[in-house]
């Protein structure tokens, strides 16, 4: 991996002109593809990485600024104590599903060396629609898996049956007004990704023309 440069964040003070054009951007843009988990070996960020990669992951945009989402960080020993209580779930809910099943269930946050959730967060009654808020949250990682790309890590973000279970939101302390919008794996692209067939825009130029 190259040498991590951490990029110049503005103040808040700042004026920030109109950006350049940047070909590199568009290139990895239009390539970019997700990493499988599966497919994901160490090293995963440093600390000045995972730091770097919420704060770019936080730059979208807000109406009202509310900051409708937050996020919830399982690094090391915290993988796996996660996926014993996943392993204990699936034990009781499938007592019958065998021994393979349960070890994949253990493993689910292993492996990557970084999992981040983030949990959408919404403030209701406000004049700000839900709607508007939940897509916030939808683009933070949208962004995070750009920022992952770009700093040379694959990424993949996944929910899964542990994402909507209600003993997994009262385990990792959600509350009402909050979901899970993704748990976004990170780390070290262990295998090539193959470009998967993409179905081209459904465009429409509105004419206002009956």
């Known amino acids: 991996m190259t040498h991590f440069s951490p990029p110049a964040f503005p103040d808040d003070n700042d004026v920030l002109n109109v950006p350049k054009p940047s070909q590199d951007m568009l290139n990895r843009m239009a390539k970019r593809r997700s990493t499988r988990a599966i497919d994901m070996s160490g090293p995963g960020p440093s600390k000045e990485q995972l730091h770097t990669l919420l704060k770019i992951a936080a730059r979208v945009p807000d109406h009202g600024k509310l900051f409708p989402w937050r996020f919830i960080v399982f690094e090391g020993e915290a993988r796996s104590h996660f996926g014993e209580m996943l392993e204990g779930l699936a034990r009781t809910d499938m007592p019958d599903a065998g021994e ?106 509105w004419t206002g023309k009956a």
């Open 100 to 205: 393979e099943r349960y070890a994949l269930e253990r493993r689910r946050f292993e492996r990557a060396p970084v999992v981040i959730g983030i949990i959408s967060r919404v403030t209701i009654p406000h004049k700000i629609p839900e709607w508007e808020q939940i897509m916030s949250a939808g683009a933070v990682c949208q962004n995070m898996l750009l920022a992952a790309d770009a700093m040379g890590f694959g990424a993949q973000w996944l929910t899964e049956w542990y994402a909507f279970d209600a003993r997994v939101r009262q385990a990792i302390k959600l509350a009402d007004n909050e979901r899970v919008a993704g748990f976004m794996y990170v780390g070290t692209q262990a295998v090539p990704a193959v470009e998967r067939p993409r179905k081209a825009p459904d465009i429409t130029h």
